[in-house]
Nanobody, 118 residues
């Protein structure tokens, strides 16, 4: 499984961005897709997740502002980010999880920088 994240950039507070994560490889083996972020000096935190099916989960800090979605025809997962705040500034990473017989395998994209500033 290979992941390619894109869509980051500089945006003013209150603005929007849509991140994309293109997936290639053993797509059918993926059990869940997630977006994480890491700000300087902070640990990587889970922002949004999409287990198999249509279930979605969000961190409290982004609930109501961010939306994770998946386009199976394009093998792409998105993170729509609205009403952005300066505290959303971070490098955002997409993550795919594949459950093996005995352990879970994690695959990571390269990260895309999101900067929210006036």
């Amino acid at each position: 499984v290979q992941l390619q994240a894109s869509g980051g950039g500089l945006v003013q507070p209150g603005g929007s961005l849509r991140l994309s994560c293109a997936i290639s490889g053993r797509i059918a083996s993926i059990n869940a897709m997630r977006w994480y972020r890491q700000a300087p000096g902070n640990q990587r935190e889970l922002v949004a997740s999409m287990p198999s099916g249509s279930t979605t989960n969000y961190a409290d800090s982004v609930k109501g502002r961010f939306t994770i979605s998946r386009d199976n025809a394009k093998n792409t997962v998105y993170l729509q980010m609205n009403s952005l705040k300066p505290e959303d500034t971070a490098v955002y990473y997409c993550n795919a999880v594949r459950l093996g017989a005995r352990e879970a395998y994690n695959y990571w994209g390269q990260g895309t920088q999101v900067t929210v500033s006036s």
